[in-house]
């Protein structure tokens, strides 16, 4: 079945040691995004991708960085994580001008020690 | 700015009750998207059901319709004889035609009891 894969599914790493998360799609849509979700709350868009290009959001920390290497994969870099970004991490794909809606991976359970 | 309320952070009902959740939002578009997402508890976010802005006709998927009231900007989901698998957070969203991002509402933790 086409899905939204995510990578690792639960990540512990220490404060200020960089992380990657990553995502990947079957769905061969031209839009992924990042989300950060903490607990019993919106999911916060970071950032997205409309095929090669990058679309930060106003209020993303420089801390969060992404690259999309191709259309079936994205990655989601923390550089120096602190105890506020954990969180579960959510990636999320959508084919502007078809169904329009978005496809969310599992997500990606982020714990800083 | 698009902006999307939901006015109820939790509901609990009894299995196989009806039960609607409400969701207003603000937008100076006319054409746009309306969506309920649901996340159950520690488990993926799905597609409940959406609703094109041009359509009058009310989205209904099994169970779950939904009532759109265009004029009222209001967007309320009705879950018919609730299950227990329904227990979930359920996020309201809004997207214009053309734009690639969504706006969320806060949630609401929905709690079916049985």
């Known amino acids: 079945d086409a899905m939204v894969i995510q990578n690792p599914r639960y990540q512990v790493t220490q404060f200020g040691k960089p992380v990657t998360l990553s995502c990947s799609q079957t769905?061969?849509?031209?839009?992924m995004y990042w989300y950060q979700q903490k607990s019993s709350q919106a999911p916060k868009l970071l950032f997205h991708?409309?095929?090669?290009?990058?679309?930060n959001e106003a209020d993303t920390p420089d801390n969060f960085q992404s690259r999309r290497p191709n259309t079936s994969f994205c990655f989601l870099d923390i550089r120096s994580p602190g105890l506020g970004d954990a969180a579960m991490y959510l990636c999320?794909?959508?084919?502007?001008?078809?169904?329009?809606?978005?496809?969310f991976g599992p997500g990606t359970r982020l714990t800083v020690t | 700015a698009q902006t999307v309320t939901q006015s109820q952070p939790e509901m609990s009902v009894q299995e196989a009750e009806t039960v609607t959740l409400s969701c207003t939002y603000d937008?100076?578009?006319?054409?746009?998207?309306l969506f309920w997402y649901k996340q159950p508890p520690s488990r993926q976010m799905i597609l409940v059901i959406r609703?094109?802005?041009?359509?009058?006709q009310n989205a209904t998927e099994n169970r779950f319709s939904v009532n759109f009231q265009k004029a009222a900007k209001s967007f309320s989901l009705k879950i018919s004889d609730s299950q227990l698998g329904d227990t979930a957070m359920y996020f309201c969203?809004?997207?214009?035609?053309?734009?690639?991002?969504?706006?969320f509402g806060q949630g609401t933790r929905l709690t079916i009891n049985p």
């Open positions: 769905l061969n849509h031209n839009v």
């Open positions: 969203a809004h997207r214009i035609q053309g734009a690639q991002k969504l706006v």
């Open positions: 609703q094109e802005a041009y359509k009058q």
């Open positions: 937008t100076s578009e006319s054409n746009y998207y």
């Open positions: 991708y409309y095929d090669k290009d990058f679309n």
């Open positions: 999320a794909t959508s084919s502007l001008g078809g169904r329009d809606e978005q496809y």
